[in-house]
């Protein structure tokens, strides 16, 4: 069975800009969940998703985004892109929502200048 | 105060020597996990733990439910054990994932 899966793997972006992040999930898994992680603030939870709906949410602000296809990939957005949103992103998979086994894909590192 | 703490920061041993990493938390959970994330970002998860002890090769993990406590150990380390160490915990109110700041492991020949 192939991994969680996210593209793209690396990204530079300038501030203002707006970036979107995709991630596929091991098959047959329906929860797919999101973090960043920076130096300084370690892993923080961003949003889970399960059969298409939002079913948690971190504290991140509006400009944080995202949503989940019938097919169980997961996209993220990030709008108005700042310099603090420097980071790795992480999504992990499950196979059910809320489900304790994540397996974690192997992050898109978000450079913004 | 954090609700995830975990101690030590760093770590730096020798190759051989028995390892522990520890996880204090302040919030009712349903489950804590211990991952493992090597240089690069590869996360792994280690194990999953609602009570008693789990092992898996030449890790062990330990969790005291009446004591919010867990531990990780690592016996006969090896370099290649060398990696940051996350404790994880599942909000019983909200199942949120609350993270640790790591424990950073550096094994030495």
């Known amino acids: 069975k192939a991994g969680v899966t996210q593209t793209p793997r690396y990204l530079i972006k300038t501030r203002g800009q707006q970036v979107t992040l995709s991630c596929s999930p091991i098959s047959g898994h329906r929860s797919v969940s999101w973090y960043q992680q920076t130096p300084g603030q370690g892993l923080q939870f961003l949003f889970e998703y399960f059969s298409e709906t939002q079913r948690n949410k971190g504290n991140f602000p509006g400009r944080f985004s995202g949503r989940q296809f019938s097919n169980s990939r997961s996209e993220m957005n990030v709008s108005t892109l700042e310099l603090g949103d420097s980071a790795l992103y992480l999504c992990?998979?499950?196979?059910?929502?809320?489900?304790?086994?994540?397996?974690f894909g192997p992050g898109t590192r978000l450079t913004v200048t | 105060k954090n609700e995830v703490e975990q101690s030590p920061q760093n770590l730096t041993a020798q190759e051989g020597e028995f390892i522990t990493i520890n996880c204090s938390y302040s919030?009712?959970?349903?489950?804590l996990h211990w991952l493992q994330q090597h240089p690069g970002g590869g996360i792994v998860s280690l194990f999953m733990l609602s009570s008693g002890k789990k092992k898996h090769g030449r890790l062990i993990a330990t969790i005291n439910i009446q004591e919010k406590h867990s531990s990780l150990h690592i016996t006969a380390s090896h370099p290649r054990d060398s990696a940051v160490y996350i404790c994880?915990?599942?909000?019983?109110?909200?199942?949120?994932?609350?993270w640790g700041a790591g424990t950073k492991l550096i094994i030495k020949p």
């Open positions: 919030v009712g959970i349903s489950a």
């Open positions: 994880a915990v599942r909000r019983d109110s909200n199942y949120q994932l609350i």
């Open positions: 992990a998979s499950s196979l059910q929502a809320l489900s304790y086994e994540q397996y």
